[in-house]
């Protein structure tokens, strides 16, 4: 298992809409990140930044690697396009960011 921490941006202003998105989140995609091994999945926002952090649990790096080219994923990100920064593809603008203490 590995575990996994990335920030995303979300545009000033539509932080309830995203909060909202998520609470009604799609059941096919909840169903896809589990099938693809993602486990232990949350989402916390900066409200002075409005940086999104993300950390989850991978159990199996090959399906995870695999989502982008998932259709559910790909409209998930279509929806999403307009309340943050995205990539030419709709994914979201995304860093990932190095564990350094992790207290088990």
């Excluded at 539509?14 to 989140?25: M, P």
Aim: aromatic residues 14%.
């Amino acid at each position: 298992m590995k575990r996994i921490a990335f920030k995303m941006f979300i545009h000033e202003g539509f932080e309830e809409e995203y909060k909202k998105r998520h609470i009604e989140i799609w059941p096919e995609l909840k169903n896809l990140l589990k099938e693809s091994g993602v486990e232990d999945y949350s989402i916390f926002l900066d409200e002075e930044t409005n940086i999104l952090f993300g950390v989850l649990i991978c159990k199996d790096e090959v399906k995870y690697q695999n989502l982008p080219n998932q259709s559910i994923m790909q409209k998930w990100w279509e929806y999403n396009k307009d309340i943050m920064q995205t990539n030419d593809d709709n994914s979201p603008k995304s860093m990932n960011l190095e564990e350094i203490f992790y207290l088990k």
